[in-house]
């Protein structure tokens, strides 16, 4: 990110706003609702600004601005239409290490203005980085729809019992406390104005979850499925538990996009695995989600595509049930769906196929030992997963067994990402074409007569691809 985000306390702070005009009248009223003391300089200023300073809530002098306005300013902003004035204050803002703001201006400022959702004392504020302040404004206005203004009084009733809790609850307890308060009935209660019946519903969870406190002694394991790459494909219940983990253990296919959304004082564990190059064996794995659950944390073990299709999910579970672990599955959209989707390739078609069958070209013992009868059926779609390694090896066999080497046949290589290729030919074309685009990463193999209708279905259309 080119700017850090950050809330200053300018409260009883002298702050400069160098402009008159209507511009610098929205960053003075800002200025005094964060209860800043407000400094004016311009030679002339409109009526606003005229008002404020003959009922005193600002300072106002009339005349260009100069070095010594600086004296003693705690934040600095330009708000005029010249340009060398404002280039100026910036620059002598700058060697005085002071934070400056120049409307319009991103290259002159060391903070940059956003767009401000007040739900006092929450505060939301929506940047593009000075790129867009227009996208800014419109991002704002989605939000505003759906923060009710009501969530104020849900942070101050928080606050009324924080210290409450604190001496109640052990610290891994209390952030599992405040979610099903904020998350459930008493957040309801209190939106809708009763007060009364939220303090007392929050008191007796309270009670209660003090109780249980001694006793909760495991957490629990969210195997969650991250979806092929595309974070809009994310499920609602994933986002939820992303947010609500302590730690998580990801893999390589998990997109960075993706582990962004994760809460961000969330410990980070990579666990991710090659065919030939296993960074932690999965035994290990399923060692590190137990010890982590025993030690009450609450595990998010992050998996691309769905966890249960060639994920070892059910691997990870088994273990899980063996010690009484408790656990959830979210389901993702596995890669077989979202490539052949992205890449406009139905995975059955009435003119091409009526079954779909799907199979992992790397075993266990990584061999590849398929039922070749079964996949070279007529009229059937086959997806491969993890073929990439075993494309030549794979096209060979399924020849040899009679699928006609004209049958159509797609890679489509990070699917739904904006670095998506599809390569499409015969599948006795496909293993030369692969070699010769060095593709390495894990893709998704599409093979039958519905690849023929790639072309004309196809929606997403990819930028030239990085060999990788």
Request: with cysteine; charged share 20%.
């Amino acid at each position: 990110m080119n700017f850090f985000p950050i809330f200053l306390n300018i409260q009883d702070q002298l702050c400069l706003v160098v402009g008159g005009g209507a511009t610098a009248t929205r960053k003075v009223e800002l200025l005094l609702e964060a209860h800043a003391k407000v400094k004016v300089v311009a030679p002339v200023i409109n009526e606003s600004l005229s008002l404020w300073a003959k009922d005193g809530r600002i300072i106002h002098r009339a005349a260009p601005f100069a070095a010594t306005d600086l004296t003693g300013c705690r934040l600095v902003m330009a708000a005029t239409n010249d340009k060398a004035v404002n280039e100026q204050v910036s620059r002598l803002a700058h060697e005085q290490n002071l934070p400056v703001n120049v409307v319009d201006q991103p290259e002159l400022c060391s903070f940059i203005m956003p767009s401000i959702i007040d739900r006092h004392p929450v505060q939301i504020a929506v940047s593009t980085g000075g790129a867009s302040p227009v996208l800014a404004r419109l991002l704002r206005t989605r939000l505003e729809t759906m923060i009710p203004s009501a969530y104020g009084n849900l942070a101050n009733f928080v606050a009324s019992f924080r210290e409450q809790v604190k001496q109640r609850l052990p610290f891994k307890e209390r952030r599992r406390f405040w979610e099903t308060v904020l998350q459930g009935t008493i957040a309801e209660m209190l939106l809708s104005g009763h007060i009364a019946e939220a303090t007392k519903a929050l008191e007796n969870l309270l009670q209660k979850q003090s109780l249980s406190a001694a006793a909760n002694t495991y957490g629990e394991v969210y195997l969650v499925g991250a979806g092929p790459g595309d974070p809009d494909l994310l499920t609602f219940r994933a986002l939820r538990l992303m947010q609500q983990a302590d730690v998580v253990l990801y893999d390589r296919l998990v997109m960075p996009e993706i582990l962004n959304l994760v809460r961000r004082d969330a410990e980070k564990i990579y666990v991710g695995k090659e065919p030939t190059n296993h960074v932690v064996p999965q035994e290990e794995i399923n060692q590190l989600l137990l010890r982590l659950a025993k030690e009450g944390k609450r595990v998010l073990r992050l998996k691309g595509g769905d966890p249960f299709m060639f994920g070892r999910g059910g691997e990870e579970i088994e273990t899980l049930m063996e010690e009484g672990i408790p656990f959830q599955v979210v389901p993702g959209i596995t890669a077989a769906t979202a490539a052949s989707a992205y890449a406009g390739i139905p995975l059955t078609h009435r003119k091409y196929a009526q079954s779909c069958i799907f199979v992992t070209a790397h075993l266990k013992d990584g061999s590849v030992n398929l039922n070749w009868a079964e996949l070279v059926q007529p009229h059937q779609t086959v997806v491969v997963y993890m073929g990439v390694r075993a494309l030549p090896t794979l096209a060979r066999e399924l020849i040899k067994h009679g699928l006609p080497p004209d049958t159509p046949a797609a890679l489509v290589q990070k699917a739904t990402t904006a670095d998506q290729l599809v390569l499409t030919g015969t599948i006795a074309e496909l293993p030369g074409m692969v070699e010769e685009a060095k593709i390495k990463l894990y893709s998704i193999i599409i093979i039958g007569g519905v690849v023929k209708l790639h072309q004309k279905l196809a929606w997403f259309t990819p930028p030239v691809p990085v060999n990788n």
